[in-house]
């Protein structure tokens, strides 16, 4: 592994920790400008700038060794007046009050995009799950579904896996609630295991929805994604699922990356070896000796550059050289807002995170409303619905666009938060 590579990624690494402090604020700029576009009152940008209901947790755990842990969290419902919040728990040790906020109102625009029935929602924990037992993982769930039960439900506020966290944990998540509500609850809460209620086509959903926007993508400026070069930052679950996606499709997946630096071959990677090879965080370009930066791998030849990894990656510094006629954005807030100008005034097609992500609470909604009715629907019957909602959604932003002569960023924020400002009107509330 190259010492520039570990170098790098510690620059990101700051850039994105300074990033996390701006994304509250760089979102409620993007809404503003929407709401101002959409002729809204300045009223109606005051209500949606902050969530309606912000809760912070303090969660008592006896850890492994008899010592007892304080641990905070926070659940974020950014507004309910279209239905109830929708959103997922991540545990991380940088999660901040913030950051649960911006990505509350994150959800609050997928859904008004995919034109589901939820406001958004989101959570988090402060913790290292990584550094947690099987058993203290648990004992947190838990921890967590008592602190906030009084506020969630299937029909208050929905949650959903997110940042280290998967099926198992909303499991005891579940088994939680029910025990507290003394009823059975599978619609409390999305992706389960299959057994529990989980819904077929979840776990990969984000990245399927993702590929969905690529090939229309592809469509919109004469591209053909078989043969396509394609590089992808980020080899975790998006980024993995990603990248077997495009090169089952036909195409050529010339450069990944993970933390630790990037691989490129021109003549395409051998995508199923480096799957096999990858550990469980994802990482697999410590096994070889000749390495890039994740810098150099944004900046490389290619049709199609697909952001996965960690925030404000492609900025006013390297947004001239990106040399991909199309960007889709896979992970939260790769470009930064004066990035994004920048790409759309040189023509490069940028598909946005929030658009270009929602295959995940779709899906999810595919799950509650199959809990709601006890009656469970086959993985190609998934993917049939989520391919309709995802072609609908990206073409009326895409419209949005061509339309009010905007970037797509600013489109899917003007499609995403029309409904819910409706909402609030007719409810009276503005």
């Known amino acids: 592994m190259k010492k520039t590579a570990v170098l790098d990624d510690i620059h990101l690494k700051n850039k994105q920790d300074k990033e996390t402090l701006n994304l509250l604020k760089s979102t409620q700029t993007v809404i503003e400008n929407a709401l101002t576009k959409m002729g809204y009152s300045s009223e109606m940008f005051e209500l949606l700038k902050e969530p309606v209901r912000m809760l912070t947790v303090r969660i008592p755990i006896r850890m492994d060794d008899g010592t007892v842990r304080i641990f905070t969290g926070y659940r974020s419902q950014h507004n309910d007046a279209v239905g109830p919040t929708k959103g997922g728990i991540r545990f991380h040790p940088e999660v901040t009050e913030d950051e649960v906020k911006a990505l509350s109102i994150w959800m609050s625009l997928k859904c008004g995009i995919t034109n589901l ?3 958004g929602g989101k959570g988090g924990i402060i913790c290292d799950p990584r550094d947690m037992s099987f058993h203290e993982l648990e004992r947190l769930s838990r921890g967590y579904v008592r602190a906030i039960s009084q506020v969630v439900g299937p029909t208050k506020d929905i949650p959903a896996p997110d940042v280290f966290t998967n099926s198992q944990i909303m499991a005891w998540m579940m088994d939680e609630y029910s025990r507290i509500r003394e009823f059975d609850s599978p619609g409390f809460i999305t992706g389960k295991p299959i057994v529990l209620g989980g819904s077929n086509g979840r776990e990969s959903a984000t990245a399927r929805g993702v590929t969905i926007c690529i090939e229309e993508a592809t469509k919109k400026k004469g591209i053909n994604l078989k043969g396509a070069r394609v590089v992808i930052q980020g080899f975790g679950n998006a980024g993995s699922y990603l990248a077997k996606f495009m090169h089952d499709f036909g195409a050529n997946v010339i450069a990944i990356s993970d933390a630790y630096g990037a691989l490129y071959d021109p003549n395409g990677l051998d995508i199923d070896y480096l799957l096999e090879r990858r550990d469980s965080f994802g990482t697999v370009t410590k096994l070889f000796k000749e390495t890039m930066t994740n810098k150099e791998l944004l900046e490389l030849d290619c049709d199609i550059l697909i952001p996965a990894a960690i925030s404000n990656q492609i900025t ?14 896979a992970a939260n807030g790769p470009t930064t807002l004066e990035a994004t100008k920048i790409l759309s005034k040189r023509g490069i097609l940028l598909v946005p995170d929030i658009l270009a992500s929602s295959g995940g609470v779709t899906v999810s909604y595919f799950e509650w409303v199959q809990n709601n009715q006890g009656y469970y629907w086959t993985e190609e019957e998934v993917d049939t619905k989520l391919r309709k909602v995802i072609i609908d959604s990206f073409e009326t932003v895409y ?28 409810r009276g509330w503005v």
Do not use: D, W
Not at 316 to 329: F, G, Q, S, Y
């Open 316 to 329: 006013t510094e390297n947004a001239h050289l990106i040399k991909a006629p199309i960007v889709v954005e």
């Open 399 to 426: 419209k949005t666009s061509q339309s009010q002569n905007v970037n797509m960023r600013l489109a899917a924020y003007m499609v995403g938060v029309r409904r819910m400002a409706e909402s609030c009107k007719f």
């Open 117 to 119: 029935p939820y406001g």
